[in-house]
């Protein structure tokens, strides 16, 4: 960790430095640095901005940040993700969840049944994910449109 304080105090706008920092802090539970790292190094023109997971990575960060809630920035940031790569299955589940989150079930169940086929037959995963696809879609036809 010295080290790459020391590389950061050196090129406090390295990407990859800034990435790396940032996933250490979320593993130690200190979101906001985290949240921030991730904003710093996606800022520019670098590699990293091209990469859906860093997006998701700093999506999670921000969520975290605000208690788990997925509402508000950390929508936004997923929605970038899966502009960079719409089959990318972090970003996918996670903006399914968000939509849940939003009350709006019709887009939670397209975004998990986009999920569907990138997850392996049979294992309790795709088990998980069906259910809830046909939860999300019971719930579509029985609710009211999400507020806007």
């Not at 430095?17 to 985290?34: C, E, H, M, T, V």
């Not at 299955?89 to 975004?111: I, R, T, V």
């Not at 046909?134 to 806007?148: F, H, N, S």
């Amino acid at each position: 960790m010295a080290g790459l304080e020391q590389h950061l105090q050196r090129q406090p706008g390295d990407p990859r430095a800034l990435i790396f920092k940032a996933r250490i802090d979320l593993q130690a539970q200190r979101f906001a640095q985290a949240a921030a790292g991730y904003e710093r190094a996606l800022q520019g023109r670098s590699k990293a901005a091209l990469d859906a997971g860093v997006w998701v990575e700093y999506a999670e960060a921000v969520a975290l940040t605000q208690g788990s809630r997925l509402a508000g920035r950390p929508r936004e940031l997923l929605a970038r993700a899966l502009a960079i790569n719409g089959q990318h299955p972090q970003a996918l589940d996670l903006a399914g969840s968000a939509a849940w989150e939003a009350g709006d079930f019709k887009q939670a169940e397209a975004y998990w049944h986009r999920l569907l086929p990138l997850v392996q037959a049979g294992s309790p995963r795709h088990s998980a994910l069906t259910t809830a696809i046909e939860r999300a879609g019971q719930r579509a036809r029985l609710a009211l449109p999400p507020l806007r």
